[in-house]
């Protein structure tokens, strides 16, 4: 018997999701954040009332249904609640932290490994904060790593090929894992002329059918093959540039080796390699990374990083989710090989992770990462809180995400629908629109879209220019400057760690707004 199976994953999972479940204990009635409530709650929503796999209270974007089919499940059994939703994900983000465990297991076949590999990997800021949040990429990550357990435990093709079939029916960008070991693969099988890499390559291939399978449905019921138009031209068509692709690849090369303190565990693995392997207990070198798995390792994370730096419009670091917990294995194995206390270099990586969790880079990153989307939450709470309790039916110019949390009662913010004048962000071109005649908001919900690090650190502005061409970076102006221009006056302000939201009243809508020049239409938000 091997040892992978002496531990198996289900004895270690009530622990995982346990420890998952009580960490995460403080953010477990938090309402919804940015794409929960503007995406995903409102689609498994949508199918919990009425069995549409197709979003009708939102703008579809053709998202495979699994994650609507797993919540609803949930609201079913258990109710309606961000607390029964964030505790469903945190049975997910278990399963995955399970399916880490057993990679790291059958990688290094040593136990301490594989704890300090599942540790690190809970830990870490960007794992950590998507293990509560019922986003499509910790489904899609859980059943990735599944896939890749089964695929690495002596070849079981066909259960790797069920998970991976439910990784693409929970989001769509996971089909780019099985192709990339088809594409190792079949390398493989040229390189050795034998049939049989070729024979798993077609098996692993197998999952592209239920995406086509869904597409084509997507396609009969909508008239639209990926979700809309605009979708389509914001994550796909509009990306296809040479110098977007290698601006994108730097940015997510730096995801996936600096981000979060990931650079501490990356630098100390590196200053490893320049080490002499240690001997184990027979006096021979510790057991190396295995060739094979490293190397269809490798191809994973090359073929994801190349392509999510075409496809997607933002890029988020959550769609590198079943990532991390390889290159945190690669950097734990490296010191277990090369190092006797190598215990004191997964703690000191275990710091740096905690403290990125509360302590927020000096740079642009998005607030999902780590816990500042805490911080965001509270902000907006807090400011509809007052809006509700002094301007109770009175009309908010605002910009989503809080357009639909002052709409939809079902996102936790609001007990009945807010009328609202939605913005696309608090710009001077969205400000500008905000300021044409006929609009009748008497208050205003002006919160910070973009992250910008306090002090303006240098950071704050590198590569702005770029950024606003091709990520769609903006600066929001301040809450005096927009109530100075629309004609109002600032009633409330909160800031939190770079982050902020203010409420503006505005006493005369119509007549003491600053009539700005050439107003355009804003531009529909993209998810």
């Known amino acids: 018997m091997s040892l992978s199976n002496r531990i198996p994953a289900w004895a270690v999972f009530p622990l995982i999701f346990a ?9 477990l009635r938090l309402p919804y954040y940015w794409d929960e409530a503007g995406y995903y709650i409102p689609a498994a929503f949508d199918f919990f009332r009425s069995g549409s796999l197709i979003p009708y209270s939102t703008l579809s974007n053709a998202h495979p249904p699994l994650p609507s089919i797993y919540l609803a499940v949930f609201w079913k059994l258990f109710g309606f609640s961000p607390f029964v939703t964030r505790t469903a994900v945190c049975v997910v983000a278990a399963l995955a932290l399970a399916a880490v465990w057993r990679i790291a297991l059958t990688v290094s076949r040593s136990a301490s490994v594989a704890l300090a590999t599942l540790v690190l990997t809970a830990i870490y800021p960007v794992f950590f904060a998507q293990s509560s949040l019922a986003q499509a990429d910790i489904f899609a990550a859980a059943a990735t790593l599944w896939s890749l357990a089964f695929f690495l435990d002596e070849h079981r093709l066909w259960p790797a090929v069920l998970c991976f079939s439910l990784a693409v029916l929970s989001k769509e960008t996971a089909i780019v894992t099985p192709l990339a070991l088809v594409a190792w693969l079949l390398y493989r099988a040229l390189r050795t002329r034998s049939w049989q890499p ?9 999952p592209a059918l239920p995406l086509i399978l869904w597409y084509a449905w997507y396609w009969h019921r909508t008239g639209f093959l990926f979700g809309n138009p605009q979708y389509l031209r914001y994550n796909a068509t509009s990306t296809l540039s040479a110098l977007r692709f290698l601006i994108a690849l730097w940015h997510r090369v730096n995801q996936l080796t600096l981000h979060m303190d990931l650079f501490v565990p990356v630098l100390l693995a590196l200053a490893c390699l320049m080490l002499d392997p240690l001997s184990g207990s027979s006096n021979s070198p510790r057991p190396p990374f295995p060739r094979e798995h490293r190397n269809a390792f490798l191809a ?12 997607g419009g933002a890029l988020l670091t959550r769609y590198m989710l079943p990532l991390y917990p390889l290159v945190i294995l690669f950097c734990v194995t490296a010191f277990h090989r090369r190092v006797r206390r190598w215990h004191w270099l997964v703690a000191f990586s275990a710091i740096a992770f905690i403290a990125a969790l509360f302590i927020n880079p ?10 500042a989307y805490s911080d965001f939450i509270y902000l907006q709470q807090n400011a509809i809180a007052q809006i509700t309790a002094r301007y109770p039916g009175e009309t908010v110019l605002t910009a989503w995400p809080a357009s639909d ?11 009945h629908p807010v009328p609202v004048t939605s913005i696309d962000n608090f710009s001077y071109s969205q400000i500008q629109w905000a300021a044409q005649p006929g609009e009748r908001y008497t208050v205003g919900l002006i ?3 973009k992250y910008s690090p306090p002090h303006g650190l240098l950071f704050g502005r590198f590569n702005q220019k770029m950024d606003s061409r091709y990520f769609g970076f903006h600066y929001d102006l301040p809450p005096a400057l927009i109530a100075r221009l629309l004609g109002g006056h600032v009633v409330w302000q909160e800031q939190r760690k770079g982050l902020w939201a203010a409420v503006i009243h505005f006493d005369r809508p119509e007549e003491a707004r600053l009539r700005l020049p050439s107003p355009t239409p804003p531009p529909a938000s993209h998810l």
């Open 362 to 371: 000096p740079y642009r990153f998005a607030p999902e990462d780590n816990l």
């Open 447 to 449: 919160f910070s879209s």
């Open 19 to 27: 420890a998952v479940w009580i960490a995460h204990w403080p953010l």
């Open 198 to 206: 070729a024979r798993a390559a077609a098996l692993l291939s197998m």
């Open 405 to 415: 949390e002052l709409t939809k009662p079902e996102l936790g913010y609001v007990s």
């Open 300 to 311: 994973i994370i090359l073929a994801n990083l190349a392509f999510l730096s075409v496809i």
